[in-house]
Structures are given as structure tokens and as C-alpha cells.
């Protein structure tokens, strides 16, 4: 079992929806939570950081934590289709050794927002 | 603000050979980490480095070697190249003291292809 889940897709949706994006994992050591998006051939670009549980919100970006359940969400409202993306969720926790952090990715959600 | 770097763009390489890639990270960033993202996958981490050593590994063999330079700049080294190890290599920047290390910029990656 991978330590970060996240379904593939790809998630097809018209202009203007809400789309949900999802992660789970299985370590409870995680305690940074990152979303980041990547357009095709082109490196990976950070959306939403989040720390321990709660909501955070940034325009259109809502990013969720739910640690009890292990589950993350990422939520893009009036969805446009320069959103059309591959969408990665990743986690890290601090290394107690040496101070250090290291980011665990999912496989990432290809996202088509159609006009 | 320059973000982070990384050259060349693109490399072509036969098997056994040997690469270097080279990275530069965003202004006032001192920890530098790689990672190896294989197509449709999500990035896994190579190592990191920070005041010029290497910190954290991940579960890459000694083929894959870096250096940090005394100006936070880094370079990975991979020897003895395999077709396996064709894959966009990115590089992630990060400020350590920041207490946020898990925030991580990356680069546009350059993209490996061994044949």
C-alpha cells in the first residue's frame, strides 16, 4: 500500500463547476499538507499549504485536512478551463534526526475543465 | 524574484553514460532537494541537501549522487545510466530556518531520456 492515495482520473467537468480533489494516506506522522498543480511538461507549482487540520482558503482554492480520517481535499470553485492541470496532493512530517522535511506525492488527478 | 532553476532543459543520454544536472534555488532559499518523476507518476525523492551535505535519502542506489555549493546551488549526478532512470528530475527549494521546510518551490525540471 502506497503512503499517499490519490485517484488518477481523469476528472472531466464543464466551466464553472466545483471540482473536488481528493488524497488519503496512511501515516499519522504527517503533519504539512501540500497541493500543487502541473501543466503538462512543466514542473510542479505550489497551490495551498496547510498545517495540521482545518480549512484554509486562497480565491478560488479551499484546501481540507481531516487528520482524524486521513483525508485531504483541494476544492476549485468557478473551475476554468486554465485550471486544466495535473493536480498533486503531498505530505511531509519533520525528520526529529536531522530537522528535516521530505515531500511523499501522490500520483496526482489529471483535471480536464471543458469550455 | 528569480525562482528556481535548473539546466539543461532536455538531455539525451545512452545507457552507462553518465549526467550531470545542474540547479539554482529561488533568492534566499538554503536546502535544495531532487526528485525523479517518472511518467503519469507523482515526484519520489532522491536526497536533499543543506550547508553543502547531504541530509536525507531516499530509496535511490549510489548511482545517484549530488553536491551542494557554498552559494545553495546543487547538482545530482547519475552514473551508469539505465533506461529506467529516463524521467523529468526536479529540483525543490526551500528555506530551512524558516521552522516551514516543507514548503517547497520547485523548478521546471529537466527531462532525462536514456536509450
Known amino acids: 500500500q502506497k503512503e499517499v492515495e490519490q485517484d488518477p482520473g481523469p476528472l472531466s467537468v464543464p466551466e464553472g463547476a466545483i471540482v473536488s480533489l481528493n488524497c488519503t494516506y496512511s501515516?499519522?506522522?504527517?503533519?504539512?499538507f501540500m497541493w500543487y498543480r502541473q501543466y503538462s511538461r512543466k514542473g510542479p507549482e505550489l497551490l495551498m499549504y496547510?498545517?495540521?487540520?482545518g480549512n484554509k482558503e486562497d480565491g478560488r482554492f479551499t484546501a481540507q485536512v481531516d487528520k482524524s480520517s486521513k483525508y485531504i481535499s483541494l476544492f476549485i470553485r468557478d473551475s476554468q478551463p486554465s485550471d486544466s492541470a495535473t493536480y498533486l496532493c503531498?505530505?511531509?512530517?519533520?525528520?526529529?534526526?536531522?530537522?528535516?522535511?521530505?515531500?511523499?506525492f501522490g500520483s496526482g488527478t489529471r483535471l480536464l475543465v471543458r469550455p | 524574484d528569480a525562482g528556481v532553476t535548473q539546466s539543461p532543459t532536455h538531455l539525451i543520454k545512452t545507457r552507462g553514460q553518465q549526467v550531470t544536472l545542474r540547479c539554482s534555488p529561488k533568492?534566499?532559499?538554503?536546502?535544495v532537494s531532487w526528485y525523479q518523476q517518472a511518467l503519469g507518476q507523482g515526484p519520489q525523492f532522491i536526497f536533499q541537501?543543506?550547508?553543502?551535505?547531504?541530509?536525507q535519502r531516499g530509496n535511490f542506489p549510489d548511482r545517484f549522487s549530488g553536491h551542494q555549493f557554498p552559494n545553495y546551488s546543487s547538482e545530482l549526478n547519475v552514473n551508469a545510466l539505465l533506461l529506467g532512470d529516463s524521467a523529468l528530475y526536479l529540483c525543490?527549494?526551500?528555506?530551512?530556518?524558516?521552522?516551514?521546510?516543507?514548503?517547497?518551490?520547485f523548478g521546471p525540471g529537466t527531462r532525462l531520456l536514456v536509450l
Open positions: 525543490a527549494s526551500s528555506l530551512d530556518s524558516s521552522g516551514s521546510g516543507a514548503t517547497q518551490y
Open positions: 501515516n499519522s506522522a504527517f503533519q504539512y
Open positions: 496547510t498545517y495540521s487540520s
Open positions: 503531498a505530505m511531509s512530517s519533520i525528520d526529529v534526526m536531522d530537522s528535516s522535511y521530505k515531500l511523499i
Open positions: 533568492s534566499g532559499h538554503d536546502t
Open positions: 541537501y543543506y550547508e553543502e551535505e547531504e541530509r
